[in-house]
């Protein structure tokens, strides 16, 4: 499934889209990752998934625009999403962002 983490307001829309079919937990996005945005671990979605999968950290949901910044900053927004840390990390293809 895509399971969608973010928010919307004023200023847009701002979600990290993680493909759970594609995602085989391996991890390899967390340390990529400069803002502390993802974590592995259970899926929330299906308790009965045994591998971990990958998922925005509860406490950057809210906060994305300002969490992702510094990439989005590098001239990403708008731009080559391949060149963001996190998707180029996963050789999978399972992270997508909306913004
Ligand atoms: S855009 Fe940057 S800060 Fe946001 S999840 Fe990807 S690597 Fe982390
Ligand atoms: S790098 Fe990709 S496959 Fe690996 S845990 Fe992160 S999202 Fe999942």
């Known amino acids: 499934m ?3 983490y973010g928010y919307r307001d004023g200023a847009g829309e701002f ?3 993680i493909d759970t079919e594609a995602c085989d937990g ?5 340390p990529a990752c400069p803002g502390g945005v993802l974590e592995v671990g259970e899926d929330e979605h ?3 998934r045994d591998e971990p ?3 925005v950290r509860e406490e950057q949901r809210r906060r994305l625009q300002y969490a992702c910044g510094g990439c989005k900053r590098g001239g990403e ?4 999403a391949s060149a963001l840390p996190c998707v180029a990390a996963c050789g999978r293809g399972a992270i997508g962002h909306s913004w």
């Open 2 to 4: 895509q399971a969608n």
């Open 77 to 80: 927004r708008g731009g080559e």
């Open 46 to 48: 299906d308790p009965l």
């Open 53 to 55: 999968v990958a998922a």
């Open 15 to 17: 979600f990290i889209t």
């Open 26 to 30: 391996c991890g390899l996005c967390v």
